[in-house]
């Protein structure tokens, strides 16, 4: 493994307006097969953060959370997008019904509680692990293959840790 991989970075988000412009980074990369694994504790803005990729991809339309529904799919402009919601997820086995494999054949996928997913997660997932720092204020912890590195290079707040 290289010493110099441009992963992990921390990015302080300071407000609505920046997890606004970290969504649209990530949506500016997504493509199909794609996924982007959310993590953090209840409340750290996973939902946010998920609805500012879809709103930057195009979507209009309410976003509701996919909690209870587990899953909510969405056609935008560019590709579809399925947005997971996996924290009522018992057994690996539940993800045949929620289509993940054919999500991911057909457009891009946005998951939180992606640790629910044990080994059916995709191994080259971006990984954002979300803190809160106080009620406005977030950190991102993003990792994930290189090929994303070039999302975040002038993304103003980035700290390597």
């Given at each position: 493994m290289s010493t110099d991989s441009?992963?992990?970075?921390?990015i302080e988000l300071d407000g609505l307006?920046?997890?606004?412009?970290?969504?649209a980074r990530i949506a500016a990369g997504l493509g199909r097969g794609?996924?982007?694994?959310?993590?953090?504790?209840?409340?750290?803005?996973?939902?946010?953060?998920?609805r500012a990729v879809l709103t930057a991809l195009g979507v209009r339309e309410t976003m509701p959370s996919p909690t209870f529904t587990l899953v909510q799919s969405y056609l935008t402009p560019r590709l579809q997008v399925r947005h997971y919601d996996l924290y009522r997820i018992e057994q690996?086995?539940?993800l045949d019904e929620l289509g993940l494999d054919e999500a991911l054949e057909d457009g891009a996928v946005?998951?939180?509680?992606?640790?629910r997913a044990g080994s059916r997660l995709?191994?080259?997932a971006l990984t954002i692990r979300l803190t809160i720092l106080d009620a406005a204020s977030r950190r991102a912890e993003i990792?994930?293959?290189p090929r994303w590195a070039s999302l975040f290079q002038d993304f103003p707040l980035v700290r390597r840790p």
């Amino acid at each position: 493994m290289s010493t110099d991989s441009p992963f992990p970075l921390r990015i302080e988000l300071d407000g609505l307006g920046a997890t606004m412009a970290l969504g649209a980074r990530i949506a500016a990369g997504l493509g199909r097969g794609d996924s982007v694994a959310l993590t953090g504790d209840l409340g750290a803005g996973k939902t946010t953060l998920a609805r500012a990729v879809l709103t930057a991809l195009g979507v209009r339309e309410t976003m509701p959370s996919p909690t209870f529904t587990l899953v909510q799919s969405y056609l935008t402009p560019r590709l579809q997008v399925r947005h997971y919601d996996l924290y009522r997820i018992e057994q690996e086995a539940e993800l045949d019904e929620l289509g993940l494999d054919e999500a991911l054949e057909d457009g891009a996928v946005l998951i939180e509680w992606p640790e629910r997913a044990g080994s059916r997660l995709p191994e080259d997932a971006l990984t954002i692990r979300l803190t809160i720092l106080d009620a406005a204020s977030r950190r991102a912890e993003i990792s994930g293959p290189p090929r994303w590195a070039s999302l975040f290079q002038d993304f103003p707040l980035v700290r390597r840790p």
